[in-house]
């Protein structure tokens, strides 16, 4: 306001605001100062890949996907104050993460706290919690985030040291807050990233409990962008019998 008032009030004398106009356009500048402050601080917080949201998500590439779906999960926070999940399966390279990440930051901008982990980095700072005695008190602090995306959980290895811990994390959020997981295998194969089939059974009993499941058919994004390079490499090339 203190930034703001004095080149309004010249404004507000030309037009011929009355005050509570005036004191309506520097509230107003204040609120959008402050809504962008916080989502800046936010969007630093949450680690989400930048550059990925619904806009420049291409639905027309993924026939499978329901639109309306996406853009209930991304609208309706409703699922999210009920600690519910979003699962999000397909083969690599079909948009998962960038579907995640674009569903996490809509939670974000209407006042959700996200963090994004890849599987691997999340077990390894789970792991070291564990290892210091200290992994409740780890698990406490990320109830902090109302949602928390886990990208790729097939990439975890399968050794009972690391799936235990990720498994602590499934059962401590269960029913309490949201995760969001992507992966490339479906639940038939999550028997390559548990150690133990009891423990397959339970995560993804308490996973699907209260979820939302998307699959993801399509080829992979980075494939085709790679053979459309290589198409137009080739078309500029020189015919060798000219």
């Given at each position: 306001?203190?930034?703001?008032?004095?080149?309004?009030?010249?404004?507000?004398?030309?037009?011929?605001?009355?005050?509570?106009?005036?004191?309506?356009?520097?509230?107003?500048?204040?609120?959008?100062?402050?809504?962008?402050?916080?989502?800046?601080?936010?969007?630093?917080?949450?680690?989400?890949?930048?550059?990925?949201?619904?806009?420049?998500?291409?639905?027309?590439?993924?026939?499978?996907?329901?639109?309306?779906?996406?853009m209930q999960l991304a609208q309706q926070m409703q699922w999210i104050m009920?600690?519910?999940?979003?699962?999000?399966?397909?083969?690599?390279?079909?948009?998962?993460?960038?579907?995640?990440?674009?569903?996490?930051?809509?939670?974000?901008?209407?006042?959700?706290?996200?963090?994004?982990?890849?599987?691997?980095?999340?077990?390894?700072?789970?792991?070291?919690?564990?290892?210091n005695l200290t992994l409740p008190v780890m698990l406490t602090k990320l109830d902090r985030y109302d949602?928390?995306?886990?990208?790729?959980?097939?990439?975890?290895?399968?050794?009972?040291?690391?799936?235990?811990?990720?498994?602590?994390?499934?059962?401590?959020?269960?029913?309490?807050?949201?995760?969001?997981?992507?992966?490339?295998?479906?639940?038939?194969?999550?028997?390559?990233?548990?150690?133990?089939?009891?423990?397959?059974?339970?995560?993804?009993?308490?996973?699907?409990?209260?979820?939302?499941?998307?699959?993801?058919?399509?080829?992979?994004?980075?494939?085709?962008?790679?053979?459309?390079?290589?198409?137009?490499?080739?078309?500029?090339?020189?015919?060798?019998?000219?």
């Open positions: 306001m203190l930034h703001h008032w004095s080149r309004l009030e010249q404004q507000a004398t030309q037009e011929h605001w009355s005050y509570a106009q005036f004191l309506l356009a520097l509230t107003e500048l204040e609120a959008t100062r402050r809504y962008q402050a916080r989502i800046a601080r936010a969007l630093s917080e949450s680690q989400l890949p930048v550059g990925k949201s619904l806009s420049n998500f291409e639905f027309a590439h993924c026939p499978t996907l329901n639109p309306a779906v996406v009920q600690g519910s999940n979003c699962l999000i399966f397909g083969p690599s390279g079909t948009g998962k993460t960038h579907l995640a990440t674009a569903v996490a930051r809509s939670a974000l901008e209407l006042g959700k706290r996200v963090k994004f982990f890849a599987a691997t980095s999340l077990v390894q700072t789970l792991q070291q919690a564990k290892l949602l928390l995306v886990i990208d790729d959980l097939g990439y975890v290895k399968k050794s009972e040291a690391e799936t235990s811990v990720l498994f602590e994390l499934i059962a401590h959020r269960y029913e309490r807050k949201s995760l969001m997981i992507t992966a490339n295998q479906p639940f038939s194969e999550w028997d390559s990233i548990f150690a133990d089939s009891m423990m397959t059974v339970a995560a993804i009993d308490r996973l699907v409990h209260h979820a939302v499941i998307l699959e993801i058919q399509a080829p992979s994004y980075r494939q085709q962008a790679a053979l459309t390079q290589a198409k137009a490499a080739k078309a500029v090339q020189p015919d060798p019998k000219q």
